[in-house]
């Protein structure tokens, strides 16, 4: 078997340089995230370049965070979410709309055109959803009421990216018909997103049920890394990101009797 030199070399370096700079991060009592941050800007394209190819790490990078949002997904409670319904988006919606409204004026003072300082009040008003809830999975705070709020407003925000996609065509002049734009973006979000929760509470545990009886538990995690991949392509296909498919896969799953044991199954992926 032959595998490309470079991507060898830089699967190598990606492994070898994590597991350093989240030891060490662990060693001084910082979350390991933040050590895997720091070694892959030094070794990145834009640092020393011993991974000089972008494409390498994003692929890389995408799958990580694809089956670490599944996980979390199944980690966290639907119910607990649906409970916090009304707080939490008023909440996320409240604060986007201010810090917004803040950037915006400050975009307008280093000289930026209306449309430049909106997008960049897009730009900060959203938060990372990967950053939050690994901070959260490791502290074990995911089912705390802090950090299922925090979810929920993630998740949000999420939403809220569709929207603002549609705009940006109309702020850069490209968009005739803004609100036919994010009409037609959020009929698709709630479209894939209410087909794949039935999927998730339907055809998914069926599914499971079935393979699970096969007692092969290769073919089990097979089957929840296609699931995880596949809601996550979707997703990724009608403009929201592949991590949220990911996520809600999760969460639906959750519900099932198979959520824990395809929990303890992905963790050690």
Same mark, same amino acid.
């Given at each position: ?21 989240? &030891? ?9 995230? #933040? ?21 390498? +790490? ?49 975009? +307008?003072?280093? @000289?930026? *055109? ?59 002049? =490209? ?22 929760? &039935?999927? =998730? ?5 069926? &599914? ?5 009886? &096969? @007692? ?22 009608? @403009? ?7 996520? #809600? *896969? ?20």
């Amino acid at each position: 078997m032959q595998i490309e030199g470079s991507l060898l070399v830089g699967m190598t370096v990606i492994f070898a340089t994590a597991f350093l700079g989240g &030891l060490a991060a662990r060693i001084i009592r910082l979350p390991p995230l #933040l050590g895997f941050i720091a070694v892959g800007i030094v070794v990145g394209p834009t640092g020393l370049r011993v991974i000089d190819n972008p494409d390498v +790490v994003h692929t890389l990078a995408e799958i990580g965070v694809i089956l670490l949002l599944f996980s979390v997904g199944i980690e966290v409670s639907f119910r607990d979410l649906r409970e916090l319904g009304k707080p939490v988006v008023f909440i996320a919606v409240g604060q986007m709309l201010v810090t917004i409204g803040l950037m915006f004026p400050v975009g +307008v003072l280093l @000289g930026w *055109a209306p449309e430049q300082a909106t997008i960049f009040g897009f730009v900060v008003s959203l938060s990372s959803t990967i950053v939050v809830l690994k901070t959260l999975n490791d502290r074990a705070e995911l089912r705390s009421l802090h950090g299922r709020i925090l979810t929920g407003i993630m998740l949000v925000q999420d939403l809220a990216f569709i929207p603002m996609m549609a705009i940006l065509p109309a702020l850069g002049g =490209g968009g005739e018909d803004i609100a036919m734009e994010i009409s037609l973006g959020m009929l698709k979000a709630v479209v894939v997103l209410g087909a794949t929760a &039935l999927l =998730g509470i339907k055809a998914f545990p069926w &599914l499971l049920n079935r393979v699970a009886k &096969l @007692g092969s538990r290769e073919i089990f995690i097979l089957m929840l890394v296609a699931i995880t991949f596949v809601t996550a392509s979707v997703t990724h296909a009608v @403009g929201l990101s592949a991590a949220m498919g990911a996520f #809600l *896969a999760g969460l639906v799953l959750d519900e099932s009797e198979f959520g824990h044991r395809a929990l303890s199954e992905i963790i050690p992926i």
